[in-house]
């Protein structure tokens, strides 16, 4: 039973360009969205987390944006560079709990020069 | 430098034998997590523990076993009853619950399975 819904699988985007990243869930009871990145060989590390009282949080060129009544919440990169190349996750989980995050399938991104 | 360590980086082990993964932290996190990794499926809980001598099941626990003696270290034991044991396994370890819950899991480097 997969939880939350990620795409594409993999991504591939032009340097300088905008990559996006989509994410879907069912569980209304999901309060907490973060988003993990993954290098090759390395371990995922968090990259930027949002609840649902705000539509969209930014840090740098990494963008969430959420949509409630969709259910759904996405991933932008700005910019994109050959360094953003990795592994993104989505994950969902209800407060208090990280035994309870649930992970997207992962969307490989590839940053061509 | 605080971080997660989880050794060795590739363990080859033959079908049949039971095989035990180490995880080591050093940032008094109270919570550890074991995560399995298979292309295309994401990361799955396999055990988790809040508190030093206990631990949880997760999503995946059959034919995995742990301890949690110490707060530092939380051993995943990969036995033969696991029908699919080739896999990627991380460890991850966050402050607990009661604290931040916006507190991040901070993964180890992972340990890459591989049976014959």
């Known amino acids: 039973q997969q939880q939350v819904k990620q795409s594409p699988q993999s991504l591939i985007v032009q340097k300088g360009g905008i990559s996006i990243i989509n994410c879907a869930y069912e569980?209304?009871?999901?309060?907490?969205f973060p988003w993990y990145q993954q290098f090759p060989g390395k371990g995922p590390a968090l990259l930027i987390a949002?609840?649902?009282?705000?539509s969209e949080k930014k840090e740098g060129r990494f963008t969430i944006s959420f949509n409630k009544s969709a259910k759904q919440f996405s991933l932008h990169i700005m910019d994109s560079q050959p360094g953003d190349s990795a592994t993104y996750f989505c994950?969902?989980?209800?407060?208090?709990?990280?035994?309870?995050?649930?992970f997207g399938t992962g969307t490989r991104l590839t940053i061509i020069p | 430098d605080g971080g997660i360590t989880q050794s060795p980086k590739y363990l080859f082990r033959k079908e049949g034998q039971n095989v035990t993964l180490s995880c080591e932290q050093n940032l008094n996190h109270d919570a550890m997590y074991w995560y399995r990794q298979d292309p295309g499926q994401g990361l799955r809980l396999i055990y988790y523990?809040?508190?030093?001598?206990?631990?949880q099941k997760g999503d995946i626990a059959e034919g995995y076993s742990v301890s949690r003696e110490k707060k530092e270290s939380f051993p995943l034991t990969v036995t033969s009853a696991q029908k699919n044991p080739t896999a990627f396994y991380l460890c991850?370890?966050?402050?607990?619950?009661?604290?931040?819950?916006?507190?991040?899991?901070?993964f180890g480097n992972g340990t890459r399975l591989t049976v014959t």
């Open positions: 991850a370890s966050s402050p607990g619950q009661g604290n931040d819950y916006n507190s991040p899991l901070h």
């Open positions: 523990s809040q508190i030093v001598n206990d631990f």
């Open positions: 569980n209304t009871a999901f309060d907490y």
């Open positions: 949002i609840r649902p009282d705000v």
């Open positions: 994950a969902a989980s209800i407060s208090f709990g990280n035994e309870k995050l649930t």
